[in-house]
């Protein structure tokens, strides 16, 4: 009796030490609504697409993940996280992008940390520009489909890399840096023949951000290039800040992206294939002569048991896109958005929002407009 009372307290402690040293999480988010999407146009099938029904991931994708460290001792960490997106509406995986069937489609990395230099992930994630601009000037926060700031600044339209090594630097008085490098951003990396070009697209992303009392700040840049396409390398530079007012939180953005496009938009939000519709839908796009200015003003207001965001944003193309539209336009993509989020507790909340986008990827006549409520939960 003894010996099995022993037994089980040293069982007991060694579980303790392990807890103490090893932890893992499981989390996800469920996000599902109701929307009305409509796309019109000489571009837009039939000239006229419309969708009434459900919706999904519009606040927030829908995902399950794991993530946990390790205790290393001297203050360092082995840190890992496993993120895989879904459909809500019906199961389906998400993510999983043209010839993949990824599991983990949102996020895949292992990586060590520690509290005085910082933290090193390698696989894939989120590029420089998506985790620290949304953050700072975008009310939506990377979400609600157009009416996010990725419908203008595409590098930080949630770009995710493969086969990317990142360091993040702690935060030094509100300061952090970033410095991000892909060896094939899309897909497994292909081999390098001799006197060949390989298909690989190489990019770089970096960022600094500033967060300190009312005032926060980003500056971003992402690069890309592969030497199988012809032209010359996609660049983007943004750069954003706010001021909390506590009664309204005020940002303002500014980006110029060149040669080509990261992440565009597709119209509307939380549809299946609505990227389907407009001159380009697609990720890491080279269009050697584009130049777009972006633009961004946007408001924060708490009210209530919520808060209200708004925002209007503009990529303007001047007279480069002549050669990149169906209808050789070049007139200025605009959006307006307004919603409204409301908290039932810490981890459930109910929204509703409305976008309306004019001249969609610079086609004169092509309009998006996308509204709809939803209930996102998270555990």
């Avoid at 460290?69 to 879904?86: K, P």
Wanted: hydrophobic share 35%.
């Amino acid at each position: 009796m003894k010996k099995t009372l022993l037994a089980a307290a040293l069982v007991a402690g060694f579980a303790g030490a392990a807890q103490a040293e090893t932890s893992v999480t499981l989390y996800g988010i469920i996000d599902t609504g109701i929307g009305y999407n409509q796309v019109k146009g000489d571009q837009a099938p039939g000239g006229k697409a419309t969708r009434f029904g459900m919706i999904n991931g519009v606040q927030s994708g829908s995902r399950w993940g794991m993530k946990g460290s390790e205790d290393l001792g001297s203050g360092l960490r082995a840190v890992f996280q496993l993120e895989g997106g879904f459909d809500s509406s019906t199961g389906a995986m998400a993510q999983g992008g043209s010839g993949f069937n990824r599991i983990f489609g949102r996020q895949a990395t292992v990586g060590l940390a520690g509290d005085s230099w910082g933290q090193l992930d390698l696989g894939r994630q989120t590029n420089i520009a998506s985790k620290y601009l949304g953050g700072v000037i975008d009310p939506f926060n990377n979400g609600f489909g157009q009416a996010n700031l990725g419908m203008s600044f595409t590098s930080a339209n949630t770009l995710r890399l493969d086969n990317m090594v990142l360091y993040q630097t702690p935060n030094f008085s509100g300061f952090q840096f970033g410095l991000g490098y892909a060896f094939n951003a899309n897909g497994s990396q292909t081999w390098k023949i001799s006197g060949q070009d390989d298909n690989n697209t190489r990019q770089v992303t970096t960022g600094l951000r500033y967060a300190n009392g009312p005032i926060s700040a980003a500056l971003t840049y992402d690069r890309f290039d592969n030497n199988a396409q012809s032209g010359s390398a996609v660049s983007e530079w943004n750069i954003g800040a706010a001021y909390n007012f506590e009664i309204v939180k005020l940002g303002l953005g500014f980006g110029q992206t060149r040669n080509g496009l990261f992440a565009t938009q597709g119209p509307g939000a939380g549809v299946p294939g609505s990227g389907s519709y407009g001159a380009t839908s697609a990720s890491l796009v080279k269009l050697d002569g584009l130049k777009v200015n972006s633009y961004l003003v946007s408001l924060t207001a708490p009210v209530g048991n919520g808060a209200i965001l708004a925002s209007w944003q503009m990529a303007d193309p001047g007279s480069t896109a002549n050669d990149y539209t169906l209808s050789g336009a070049s007139a200025k993509q605009q959006s307006y958005s307004l919603g409204y989020t409301y908290n039932l507790s810490k981890r459930t909340n109910l929204y509703a929002y409305g976008s309306y986008a004019n001249h969609v990827y610079f086609e004169d006549d092509l309009k998006s407009t996308a509204v709809g409520v939803g209930i996102r939960h998270m555990f």
